[in-house]
C-alpha cells in the first residue's frame, strides 16, 4: 500500500476537481478538501484492493462531498475571488489563460447549480472515467449511467446558456 503523501500527492487533481464542484469560495473549499483527506486517511484501512485505488479514491471524496455540511450559512453565499489558485498551463498567453480561465469558472460555475448526484457524475465523466467504472462508484447500472450523463449535459448546455455563454 502506498504511503498517505505518495496518495494525496497523485490523487490530489481528482479530489481538487470534487472540492471545487462541490463547494462555493476558498473557505468551504478548504474544509472540504481537509474532510475528503481525513476521510481517505482514515479508510485506507479498510481498502481491500477489490477496485483501482483511483476507484476507491472517487467514492470516498465523491461520498465525503455528497454529505458534507456547510455549517456557516453566510460563507455558501460568498463566490471565488479572481485569484483563487490559479492552476499553472505553462506557457501561454495571457489572454488565452484569461480566456480559458473564465470558461472555466462558468463551467464550474454552472456545474455547481447541478443536483449533487449529478455533480458527481459528471466529473468522473469529465475526468475521463468510462461508464462502467462511474456506475460503480455511483453505485448506479450503466445504462443508466449513459442516460444521466445525456441528461446532464444538456442541463448544463441550458445553464451556460442562461450565464451567457454562446458556444454551450
Do not use: C
Not at 19 to 36: H, I, P, V
Not at 121 to 150: A, F
Amino acid at each position: 500500500m502506498e504511503d498517505f503523501k505518495s496518495i494525496v500527492d497523485e490523487y490530489y487533481p481528482i479530489i481538487y476537481k470534487i472540492g471545487r464542484s462541490f463547494t462555493n469560495n476558498s473557505a468551504d473549499f478548504d474544509d472540504l478538501y481537509q474532510e475528503m483527506l481525513i476521510q481517505i486517511h482514515d479508510s485506507l484501512k479498510s481498502f481491500r484492493s477489490e477496485s483501482k485505488l483511483s476507484t476507491w479514491i472517487y467514492r470516498v471524496a465523491l461520498n465525503t462531498a455528497l454529505t458534507f455540511n456547510r455549517s456557516d450559512k453566510k460563507r455558501q453565499n460568498e463566490t471565488y475571488p479572481d485569484n483563487w489558485e490559479r492552476i499553472d498551463r505553462g506557457e501561454e498567453s495571457e489572454s488565452a489563460a484569461k480566456e480559458r480561465e473564465s470558461r472555466i469558472e462558468m463551467l464550474y460555475a454552472a456545474i455547481n447549480e447541478l443536483k449533487k448526484e449529478d455533480r458527481a457524475i459528471i466529473l468522473l465523466h469529465l475526468e475521463g472515467k468510462q461508464y462502467d467504472e462511474i456506475s460503480e462508484i455511483m453505485g448506479i447500472s450503466q445504462s443508466n449511467t449513459g442516460v444521466k450523463i445525456m441528461r446532464i449535459k444538456n442541463r448544463l448546455q441550458t445553464i451556460l446558456r442562461r450565464k451567457g455563454y454562446e458556444r454551450a
